[in-house]
Structures are given as C-alpha cells and as structure tokens.
C-alpha cells in the first residue's frame, strides 16, 4: 500500500470491475458515475460516492476515468463540475477510455495549467481483462506521472506499456485495431473461400494456425465463426467507434489504410444488419454473404 | 524402413533438400530435373538419375512432385514421358507443389484410369522448412493412398493433416495463403499508421503482440519491415502466383475476398517496382507509400 488516495469516474461494464480491484486493493476509493445507482454496489463495499467529478479530483492523488467517447471524456475532464475544477496540484489524472489522441493531448495542457498530470492509458483485453485484471495497458505521458499512478494501474493490468508523450497510448491502441480488425477480416475470408469451394473450415482451421498463418484471432474467434456464435467479446458498435478515430487520425497524419477501410465499410453493414450489439466475430456473417462484384 | 522406391521430380530451392531428406532415410531413390545439373549432388550421394519422368515412374512406389506451377505439373504427369506414362498400378503419386486443386482432380482422375493413386499435398514453411523438414503438409486424395506415402512424407513435414478427397489440400493452402497475405497486409497498415502519426512502431509493436493483435506475421515479419529488410523469406513473385490461383478458385465458387483482392493488387504494386524477388514483407514499404486517395 501506497497511500494513494484514488478517483474513479465511469462505472461502466469496465468501470465497476476496475474500480471494484483499486477498492479490494485497500486504496481509499472516491466515485462518480451519471447513473448513480451504478455505484450502489462498490459503496456498500466502501468506496465514497461523490456529487460531481470536481468532487472526486478534489479527494484524490490519482484518478482513473474510464467512459466511452471523446466527448464523455471532455465533459469529465473540463466540463462545469469536471476534474479539472477539483484537481489538486501534483494530482494526476489517468484516462482510460479509447478516445481521440487530439482530445488527450488538449485535455493534457489543461490539466498542466493547473499543476497536475495527464496520462492516456487505453486498454486491450476486454471485459474479461477487466474482470480478471490482465488488461495490457498502453500508456502516454510523463513517465514520472506515470510511475505515480503505477501502484493502481498494477491492480488493473498485466502489462503496462509506456508508449511515449501523452497521445501515444491511444496511437498504440489504434493500431492493436488496425491489427485486430484486418486480421479478423482474413479470418473471415478465409472461412468463407473454405465453406464456398468445399473445403471443411475446421479442417482447414486445424492445418493452417500453428504456422505462418497463425493468430490469436483465427485461433480464439475462428472457432466462433465456425459455429456463428456471435456473442461478444469485442462489440460491433465499440469496434465502429474506434476504427472511426483511426480513419480521422489516418487522415490527419496522410496515412491510406486499404485494408483498414474495408475493415470499417463491413462493420458498418453489420450495423446496419442489426448486429451492432453483436460480438466482432459477426464479421464473418456479413463476409460470407458478400456478393461477388459483377456476378 | 518400408522398403518403399522412391521417386522425386523437381529438384528447385524445396525440392532438393526434400529428396536430400528421402535419400538420407535409406530409401531407393530415382530422380528428374529439366536441368540436369541439380542432380548431381544428389547423384553423387546414390540417387537414380532418371532421362524422364516415365522412367522415374516405373522404378517407384511413391513419387514426389515439386514444381512451379499448374502447366509444370501438368507437364510432368500428363506430358509426353510424363508419369502417367510409366506409373505402376498401385502407386502413389504425391504432388507437393502450389497449382490450381481443379488440376489436381484431372491429374487424379487420369492416374486412377491408370490403376495408381493421386494426393495433392502442398506445404507451407518455404525453403527453411524444407531444409529442416519441418514443412506443414496438407494432403488431399484418398486416406489409404496417404497412409501408403506416409513414411515418406513424415522425412518432410512435421505435421501432416488430412483435409479431404484430391484438391482439398490445395484449398487448404490458398486459405493459409489468404491468411498470411491478408495478416501481413494488416502489420504494414498497423506500422504505416504509427509511424506516420508519430507512435515509435518498435514500442506499439510490443505493446500489442501478445495479446488480440497478435501473429505470426507480427511477431516474425514486423521487425523486418521496422529494418526494412526485405530479403526472403518467401517471394512476392511466388505469393502472386498463389494469390492468383486464390481469385481464380474464389470466382469459380462464387466467393468475395474484399481484403485477399487489395493484397493482390498491393503485391502486383510491389512487382511493378522490381521487389518480386524479395521477401513478402516489402509489403511494408508498398503500405508505407501509398498516397491517400484524394490527397
């Protein structure tokens, strides 16, 4: 125990568990949530429950927030009642929502102007990481703020990455969606080439992963296509958002992302079939209903 | 030892140390190569030279083919002094090579009117794995013909899977193909977006291989594309040929391939700079040039 006192703000599917591990870990925990009754559970279990995120700042050394949107994390930040009204000096202040990389880097200038620190620190793993605490952490910032924040970021993750200034967490992130959408796409091209010219796909499953073809998609959400098992995992509507942020920032830095974009076209139809709510693995639906061009 | 005779056609980068393989085993083996020459060595070490593919056909139990592409196979079994020739009833014939799984069913079907057996048997694991016989081996044809060629594929391969009737090893190497194509396609995208936007790609691509992003391509081509080293490997000229036979299969059985199509007219990209020699991870250099569309 360090004796850091910490804030959290979004009580979310990622929220409460997160929050709930910082809390067990013996940290005095100070909440916010819009939907109140989202923190009922975590204050019978000990932690305070503020009015407002200025509330939390001004009780806390360091604090997590963890929303949706870059325009959540803007309210939070530097909104009427929002951190930046209660921060202390020396405070710092750990978003770990997949935003904008502009926002983070904005919202870090502010929060300088008062004397504290920002670090971006989205994650990868998912509601299970967050549940068993094995998210990877993808951090940007000061690497002094960040070793202050260490002690509650280590109850979180498995690994914490320092990826550069503030902005380079949620670079890292967009890649690993770059990465995890293009892959899963190859996946589902190749289940659907299997399945049309007559090839048993679990066969084919079984001869290809464990060589050059291999990956954690094809072997953890392959088998979920096999059987059209479409639970999530990875959200459809969550994937849309953040490949959103990639295309905005591609655009912004000149970079032309073939793949990614087809990526972003298919899951917008699988939006539009109804299966925003769907796992990602639903790719493999829309892919296997394409019509071939011309035909 | 099973007392097979052994036969090879086709003595190239991979063909060579695979009837190296078969020769150190102990079996009898006679071989053909267009070019002489590439025999020699094997000659010299007690292999059979034969003056045709009939002649090696009628000295063995089990044939090897490794060729190029569907004419050279097409050539070797139904040519003039082509094996289909001189092949004894109760043979096997194994066609190792990456041609179209519709050439493989004619071949079969010719070699069954000649009372001999056909698998298509392509591999993946490129001359390394030849050379260390740990090639992945994806057999197609009839189960007791495999088993009857078995002890000979196990000197090549460390896997072998059985994927189907003749043509479905074939499909199973297009797949692995689709995969490794579309995977790569996603590492250059991913490294493209990260340099462009100011993330150091060394450090996203720790942050990021062990968990959703992760792959083989990542894991082993990513840093070459950081080194920009491009030698192969496996080269783009020969990921051409094979992501041809993709589009040609994946049209015949009505199949779309959004992203499998991008990487074919990346890799076409790459050849028209004069990279076809070089290792498939030029991709990385073509994905790094492109303009954006508009820009």
Not at 78 to 90: I, K
Not at 91 to 114: F, K, N
Not at 216 to 243: H, T
Not at 281 to 292: H, I, K, P, S, T
Request: with cysteine.
């Amino acid at each position: 125990m360090s004796g850091l006192a910490v804030g959290f703000v979004g009580l979310g599917i990622m929220g409460r568990p997160m929050a709930g591990h910082i809390l067990k870990a013996g940290f005095p925990l100070t909440v916010f949530n819009r939907t109140r009754e989202r923190a009922r559970e975590l204050e019978a279990s000990g932690a305070r429950l503020a009015a407002t995120p200025a509330e939390v700042a001004r009780a806390a050394d360091v604090i997590v927030v963890m929303v949706t949107d870059s325009a959540d994390v803007e309210a939070v930040v530097a909104g009427s009642g929002g951190l930046a009204q209660g921060v202390r000096r020396g405070a710092v202040i750990v978003d770990m929502s997949t935003v904008a990389p502009a926002t983070e880097r904005r919202l870090a200038a502010l929060l300088r102007e008062r004397g504290a620190d920002y670090l971006d620190a989205p994650v990868s793993g998912g509601d299970v990481g967050a549940k068993n605490a094995t998210l990877a952490i993808m951090a940007g910032g000061e690497a002094a703020a960040l070793e202050r924040a260490r002690p509650v970021l280590e109850r979180l993750g498995k690994t914490i990455t320092h990826c550069g200034p503030v902005g380079s967490g949620q670079l890292a992130k967009l890649c690993n969606q770059i990465l995890v959408g293009v892959t899963l796409l190859g996946v589902s091209e190749a289940i659907a080439f299997a399945r049309k010219s007559g090839l048993d796909p679990h066969v084919m499953l079984r001869a290809v992963e464990s060589g050059a073809a291999g990956s954690w998609q094809l072997s953890n959400l392959g088998p979920r296509i096999l059987k059209d098992d479409v639970a999530p995992g990875f959200m459809v509507d969550l994937m849309l958002k953040d490949l959103r942020l990639v295309s905005e920032t591609a655009e912004a830095a000149g970079a032309s992302l073939p793949a990614t974009s087809v990526v972003e076209r298919l899951f917008d139809a699988a939006r539009e079939q109804g299966w925003g709510r769907e796992g990602t693995q639903v790719l493999g639906r829309v892919v296997a209903g394409l019509e071939r061009e011309g035909a």
